[in-house]
């Protein structure tokens, strides 16, 4: 998500006359567009402002910003920590941007704008992305109602709040008529997807709409809530031919005390209900996750919990953390909080685990053909390009960047941990 909202902050500045650059020495502008939900990528954000500051002391004029959920959560404490900075975005105002900046520029003072608005107008900001590029997010709502106790998101992205059918609609088939033959839909629970409108659409529904756009090869969308998920979600991956078959659905933890605590909202046994659920609806679905360990209580027998889950599920791939304290959320006053190196056996032996279960599910594609979207060349190797099945799985295959946007029949050769490794099949039609 924070992925488009840096697009859609490049797109209104190019319309305001900016012209991107690749050289942060060159630049009249610098905004770091900052995450807070994992202690990592919060340490990040801090270091890349580090960097700049020696920019800075070069060049007095260059206007250095800093946006996003951090911006949202810090406000002007930001200053004392960076005080070379000229501007703190919160994450409703990203519209202001421009403006902001002139502000800047003409009296030479600094600004803080991390109010929350009822409604928020970047959400209908169109971006394409760079040419030649196939794929693009569309998000269709924002913040969250949900105040899992580990989560700062409703604190810093605001209450839920749902973009009209039709605007999506529309913004899609703009995107269809640029080129784009894959979207992702965004939305920090992307099941509750219309609650805020008034007889508007649900989610399924609004999935059954954009399936009938011509020129939209690949549907898909991230994040599912487990609590929110219903059934008639799952039949649209039977139904809708477009409807990648791949779910993020994150289970966080296979104890239910655990769960409870970080008020989930469902139990683990509930949750497999619903992997039999998507799985029944569709068998060929791929099912990655998001796990913490060492939440605040979290005793051997729930670690064991969750890695008993794992072994029942066999995610194809999960997204596993450490737990860390997120400032005013309520488990950072939890008391049982785990040690830092328990943290880390617990993590190490997680995540072993699903390198063992991700390279069983590669392994069963091989010799198997796929259909593989190209989507440039291959980060590994210049002479490589690389693409997605449906099922969300990297290819790997020789090819030049030609292929790039177009679908390809690929035979599946090698298996990897994170990636497999194809071959086009010769005489095939690319679509």
């Known amino acids: 998500m924070n992925v488009h909202d840096s697009e859609q902050m490049a797109q209104i500045l190019s319309d305001a006359g900016y012209v991107k650059t690749d050289k942060a020495d060159r630049a009249d502008v610098i905004i770091v567009n900052t995450c807070s939900v994992r202690e990592k990528a919060a340490q990040k954000a801090y270091s ?32 004392r920590r960076a005080p070379y900075l000229d501007l703190v975005l919160g994450t409703h105002n990203i519209h202001r941007l421009p403006g902001i900046i002139e502000e800047i520029n003409n009296a030479g003072s600094r600004v803080v704008d991390t109010s929350f608005r009822e409604s928020v107008r970047s959400l209908g900001i169109r971006t394409l992305p760079p040419d030649g590029d196939v794929s693009a ?33 529309d913004e899609i088939r703009f995107l269809a008529d640029n080129g784009i033959r894959e979207v992702t839909l965004l939305g920090q629970n992307v099941n509750s997807y219309g609650s805020t409108l008034s007889g508007d659409t649900s989610f399924p529904a609004l999935l059954r709409m954009i399936g009938k756009i011509e020129g939209i090869d690949r549907i898909r969308f991230t994040t599912s809530h487990p609590k929110d998920l219903s059934e008639e979600l799952a039949v649209c991956f039977a139904d809708l031919d477009n409807l990648c078959e791949h779910i993020h659905l994150p289970v966080q933890s296979g104890s239910d005390h655990v769960l409870k605590r970080m008020k989930r909202g469902y139990t683990a046994g509930e949750y497999l209900k619903k992997i039999d659920m998507l799985r029944n609806a569709c068998p060929d ?15 051997d027998s729930d670690f064991q919990k969750t890695i008993d889950l794992m072994k029942e599920v066999r995610f194809d791939n999960t997204f596993s953390f450490k737990y860390s304290d997120r400032h005013g959320t309520a488990s950072e ?17 997680l995540q072993l685990l699903q390198e063992s279960h991700s390279l069983e599910k590669n392994r069963g594609l091989e ?56 071959e086009i099949i010769q005489g095939e039609k690319c679509l």
């Not at 260059?62 to 200053?79: K, N, R, S, T």
């Not at 709502?141 to 059918?165: D, H, K, L, T």
């Not at 939890?334 to 032996?349: I, N």
Request: proline content about 2%; overall charge positive.
């Open 137 to 169: 997010y569309v998000t269709i709502m924002q913040g969250c109602n949900n105040f899992c106790s580990y989560c700062i998101v409703p604190y810093v992205r605001g209450r839920e709040e749902s973009r009209a059918s039709g605007e999506i609609v």
């Open 48 to 79: 890349q402002l580090g960097r700049l500051k020696k920019l800075r002391e070069k060049r007095p004029g260059l206007v250095i910003g800093v946006a996003g959920c951090l911006a949202q959560e810090h406000g002007a404490g930001f200053f």
């Open 333 to 349: 006053g939890y008391d049982g909080k785990v040690e830092e190196g328990v943290k880390g056996e617990r993590l190490s032996e």
């Open 285 to 299: 679905i791929t099912i990655t996750s998001d796990i913490i360990v060492g939440f605040p209580g979290e005793k």
């Open 367 to 422: 010799g198997t053909v796929k259909d593989v979207l190209i989507e440039g060349v291959s980060k590994n190797n210049d002479t490589d390009v690389t693409g997605r099945t449906r099922g969300n799985k990297i290819v790997n295959l020789a090819g030049d960047t030609g292929l790039t946007g177009k679908t390809v029949r690929v035979r599946i050769a090698q298996a990897y941990v994170h990636s497999l490794r194809g």
